[in-house]
Nanobody, 125 residues
């Protein structure tokens, strides 16, 4: 049974920081890209960040570049999203996702086959 379990969300003031974690079990982790997506109320799910299997390549959406960092620990089957200088517009449910096929990173949600249940991030102004 594949499981992706996110944690680390919460309520934070603007300018604050949070670190999201996603632990993967029941499937191969170390050879696959991972991604973070988010969905704000009334909006479509959007790509946030992706990382390749080794951690050597990352890509983030422009709106979070310079503030968010994605990383992974293959020994712990865990991917992280460090979020600094948070803004109210970062408020959303954040989801981690594991790639459908080994290989390159992707910003498309159709490239990911397994998803977590999401963790709420709320940034107050």
């Amino acid at each position: 049974q594949v499981q992706l379990v996110e944690s680390g969300g919460g309520l934070v003031q603007a300018g604050g920081s949070l670190r999201l974690s996603c632990v993967v079990s029941g499937r191969s982790f170390s050879r696959y890209a991972m991604g973070w997506f988010r969905q704000a109320p009334g909006k479509a799910r959007e790509f946030v960040a992706t990382i390749n299997w080794s951690g050597s390549t990352t890509y983030l959406v422009d709106s979070v570049k310079g503030r968010f960092t994605i990383s992974r620990d293959n020994a712990k089957n865990t991917v992280y999203l460090q979020m600094n200088s948070l803004k109210p517009e970062d408020t959303a449910v954040y989801f981690c996702a594991a790639a459908r096929e080994s290989g390159r990173t992707s910003i498309s949600d159709s490239s990911y086959s397994d998803w977590g249940q999401g963790t709420q991030v709320t940034v107050s102004s």
